[in-house]
T-cell receptor, first 112, second 117 residues
Framework: AQSVTQLDSHVSVSEGTPVLLRCNYS??????LFWYVQHPNKGLQLLLK??????LVKGINGFEAEFKKSETSFHLTKPSAHMSDAAEYFC??????????FGAGTILRVKS | ETGVTQTPRHLVMGMTNKKSLKCEQH?????MYWYKQSAKKPLELMFV???????ENNSVPSRFSPECPNSSHLFLHLHTLQPEDSALYLC????????????????FGEGSRLTVL
């Protein structure tokens, strides 16, 4: 069975400073991993997804994530936060049967 | 025009009412999904339709009844709901029923906020 744990329910950063949103996963199979973002009163949007081709995945809006099998982690990072990055972020794992399992979400607050 | 449109955006209903949520996708996708998003809980998959056929029912109570007349439209019929059913109901679509990295991403609507009194 697959599961995903987002280690922080809330993260607060200042504009222009780095962002780190942490995600650990558990999977019996070779996982597929995703990050989705949800802005207030909006649906979810795909930020990036992991394929087996590269462990460092680049997404939209300057975000990237690194797949670390030894640590079972898929943390999301961005070098410099922007006010528009304030949103809720979901780490997602897909395993056998193509079932997506969503994490509980991390709310990112960006202070000016 | 957004790719996935949900109506109504907000709905308040009593426990004895019957109402429906509607979802329409303009992306030419063949798979559609209903998810439930409750406060402080992970997103829950409810139903999946692939080429109009239901391929997933995640142990959803029968007071929720989905309908998929074609690949572009998805409904969620609601009757005799409970206050704990209050949540944001999200519709999504994908090219086909695959949601792994080799398949397509999910495209979400903005959701229907349901309040059951």
């Amino acid at each position: 069975a697959q599961s995903v744990t987002q280690l922080d329910s809330h993260v607060s950063v200042s504009e222009g400073t780095p962002v780190l949103l942490r995600c650990n996963y558990s999977s019996s199979y070779s996982p597929s991993l995703f990050w989705y973002v949800q802005h207030p009163n909006k649906g979810l949007q795909l930020l990036l997804k992991y394929t087996s081709a590269a462990t460092l995945v680049k997404g939209i809006n300057g975000f990237e994530a690194e797949f670390k099998k030894s640590e079972t982690s898929f943390h999301l990072t961005k070098p410099s936060a922007h006010m528009s990055d304030a949103a809720e972020y979901f780490c997602v794992v897909s395993g056998r049967g193509n079932k997506l399992v969503f994490g509980a979400g991390t709310i990112l607050r960006v202070k000016s | 025009e957004t790719g996935v449109t949900q109506t109504p955006r907000h709905l308040v209903m009593g426990m004895t009412n019957k109402k429906s949520l509607k979802c329409e996708q303009h992306l030419g996708h063949n798979a559609m999904y209903w998810y439930k998003q409750s406060a402080k809980k992970p997103l829950e998959l409810m139903f999946v339709y692939n080429f109009k056929e239901q391929t997933e029912n995640n142990s959803v109570p029968s007071r929720f009844s989905p309908e998929c007349p074609n690949s572009s439209h998805l409904f969620l019929h609601l009757h005799t709901l409970q206050p704990e059913d209050s949540a944001l109901y999200l519709c999504a679509s994908s090219q086909d029923g695959r949601t792994d990295a080799r398949g397509g991403e999910l495209f979400f609507g903005e959701g229907s906020r349901l309040t059951v009194l």
